[in-house]
């Protein structure tokens, strides 16, 4: 599978540099391992769970503009390390190449201008680029023994070989080593990391090409078996990761990347199946929800239907009704709230989250087994 991870582009007399790259690595080198991903996802609920790219903001990757770096690793996002904080920095202060007018850009150029003595530039930049004192979402605060709040400075781009080595950890990957963050990295996670490796399809519904997920997650703790739990071809499937088909396993091994699930579940949806497509349609909806229409009558007999990105884990059956007509499928969103679509409820504006949703495949699903 591939996996977005931090690869060594250059090192030099104790400092190393390291670019994302996506990297080729089998799964069971993760398992059992207490590792992140750089990659993340997030299921966004206005956007009716979504799956959207989600920006770390606990490590800042920059583009790395460094003399010495090869074609291929030249201006790749990524951060430096050193021995100590001033080793980095007098690297980057040597080494970089000014090339635009944002940050770090513009504080390097200053920097590298300037005529006063190295060492007291070098604590400029220190200040600069590490210290971020004004912005309260980046300020982390810890407890000393005394009980005193300090602040602790959270790295940006330039690491010390001490901070990276407990943040980060290696997997062997083609004869050399690539990196993944541990779990309680930057700053205190506390939940284990929600892995997945997703396969991107298409489903064919009533000749409409349908964006799918495939998912495998696999959970293990020291003394429990790695369990293998996800979806796959519109079935569900749990065993332990041990017996896996190894037809399953190859298709997600070449075809999958490895993400990580900062917010929502993406196997939460066991339990639901289709009972109805949706393709979002283009612009804000009518000027007048009153005047939306009726519901579909293959809808009118639900109770109820819970909305969902067609990328999400469920089941959908074939011959179910695909909803194109920009006028019946406004008349399904404008009765829908908070994701739950209710035919019998009066059709009210909809939310500005789904002018984002234009084009878009929604699943309307139902707990199985329970409705008509």
């Not at 770390?56 to 770096?69: A, F, S």
């Not at 980057?92 to 504080?107: C, M, N, Q, S, Y």
């Not at 396969?199 to 997920?213: A, L």
Request: net charge neutral; glycine share 10%.
């Amino acid at each position: 599978m591939k996996a977005t991870m931090l690869n060594v582009v250059a090192r030099d007399a104790g400092v190393t540099v390291l670019a994302v790259a996506p990297v080729e690595v089998p799964l069971a080198r993760l398992v059992g391992r207490s590792l992140g991903a750089l990659e993340q996802v997030r299921l966004d609920p206005a956007a009716l769970g979504a799956p959207l790219p989600c920006r770390d903001t606990r490590l800042e990757l920059v583009p790395l503009h460094l003399k010495g770096l090869g074609r291929g690793a030249s201006s790749r996002r990524g951060i430096v390390v050193g021995s100590s904080v001033a080793q980095a920095l007098e690297y980057v202060l040597t080494h970089w190449i000014p090339t635009g007018k944002a940050e770090p850009d513009v504080t390097l150029r200053a920097a590298q201008a300037g005529r006063g003595p190295r060492h007291v530039r070098i604590l400029a930049l220190e200040t600069a680029l590490l210290r971020k004192q004004d912005d309260e979402e980046q300020e982390l605060y810890e407890r000393s023994r005394g009980g005193r709040r300090r602040a602790r400075i959270r790295p940006k781009f330039v690491w010390t070989q001490d901070e990276f080595e407990s943040s980060f950890d290696a997997v062997a990957v083609g004869g050399r080593s690539a990196y993944l963050p541990t779990v309680g990295a930057f700053g205190g996670d506390s939940e284990q990391p929600r892995h997945a490796v997703v396969v991107e399809r298409t489903q064919v519904v009533s000749s409409h090409r349908v964006p799918r997920w495939d998912v495998l997650t696999v959970s293990s703790q020291d003394t429990v078996e790695a369990v293998a739990w996800g979806f796959q071809g519109g079935a569900w499937f749990r065993c332990p990761f041990g017996r896996l088909d190894a037809r399953l396993m190859e298709t997600f091994e070449e075809e999958g990347r490895l993400v990580c699930i900062v917010e929502g579940d993406l196997l939460a949806s066991e339990t639901i199946e289709a009972r109805f497509l949706l393709r979002v349609p283009e612009g804000i909806g009518p000027a007048d929800p009153d005047r939306v229409g009726d519901v579909p009558a293959a809808l009118r007999i639900l109770p109820g239907a819970l909305l969902t990105d067609s990328r999400s884990p469920v089941r959908i059956p074939d011959g179910v009704p695909v909803i194109t007509d920009p006028r019946e499928a406004w008349s399904v969103l404008l009765r829908t709230t908070s994701g739950i679509f209710l035919p019998d409820t009066a059709p009210c504006a909809p939310p500005r989250s789904f002018q984002q949703l234009a084009g878009a495949w929604l699943v309307g699903g139902v707990p199985t087994g329970r409705v008509p």
